[in-house]
T-cell receptor, first 112, second 110 residues
Framework: NAGVTQTPKFRILKIGQSMTLQCAQD?????MYWYRQDPGMGLKLIYY???????DKGEVPNGYNVSRSTTEDFPLRLELAAPSQTSVYFC???????????FGPGTRLTVL | GNSVTQMEGPVTLSEEAFLTINCTYT??????LFWYVQYPGEGLQLLLK?????DKGSNKGFEATYRKETTSFHLEKGSVQVSDSAVYFC?????????FGTGTSLTVIP
């Protein structure tokens, strides 16, 4: 049981490049989330999903896209990277929306 | 709206000292309250939670009591260890979404 896994762990992008952050969970959780964590700040919700095929915007969705074709996977897409997207990105999942969220180890992204 | 306010850090304590990290919240309805811990280089892990007023969550020597009258959920530990050095996040959940505080960094020195 691996829990929530994220790849890559680190990435440096140039302005305007695109990339996909991968997230997978093997706990059969319906709910999945993407957060970003900026230095000295709390976590901000980017997008979330309540099940395969269903996604919705969180607090800071601009510049990102998501898809949820399976229960297990919830990739986050950055289309045109900007320096403001330099952050640590965490994926999380939960069985119910009000219950404990399980977090992945994070992806540290730098946009130069 | 919903929000969480934590005491600012960083906090530095000597081993075996008493720890308090303050957390207050604003919420509509009846939220559940959580403390998460983040060790260096890792994701957040649930430390403890409380789902209704006057509930006390506890784990690994840490405790927090859900105080509705003061809208608070302060984290306490009687005797901290070096291994407790981490960032601590207070959070609330309204049933749909989590709201996290900004985190409090704790360093425990031998």
């Amino acid at each position: 049981n691996a829990g929530v896994t994220q790849t890559p762990k680190f990435r440096i992008l140039k302005i305007g490049q695109s990339m996909t952050l991968q997230c997978a969970q093997d706990m059969n959780h319906n709910y999945m989330y993407w957060y970003r964590q900026d230095p000295g700040m709390g976590l901000k919700l980017i997008y979330y999903s309540v099940g395969a095929g269903i996604t919705d915007k969180g607090e800071v969705p601009n510049g990102y896209n998501v898809s949820r074709s399976t229960t297990e996977d919830f990739p986050l897409r950055l289309e045109l990277a900007a320096p403001s997207q330099t952050s640590v990105y965490f994926c999380a999942s939960s069985y119910y929306p009000g219950e404990e969220q399980f977090f992945g180890p994070g992806t540290r992204l730098t946009v130069l | 709206g919903n929000s969480v306010t934590q005491m600012e850090g960083p906090v530095t304590l000597s081993e075996e000292a008493f720890l308090t990290i303050n957390c207050t919240y604003t919420a509509t309805g009846y939220p559940s309250l959580f403390w998460y811990v983040q060790y260096p280089g890792e994701g957040l892990q649930l430390l403890l939670k409380a789902t209704k007023a006057d509930d006390k969550g506890s784990n690994k020597g840490f405790e927090a009591t859900y105080r509705k009258e003061t809208t608070s959920f302060h984290l306490e530990k009687g005797s901290v260890q070096v291994s407790d050095s981490a960032v601590y996040f207070c959070a609330l959940n309204t049933g749909n979404q989590f709201y996290f505080g900004t985190g409090t960094s704790l360093t425990v020195i031998p």
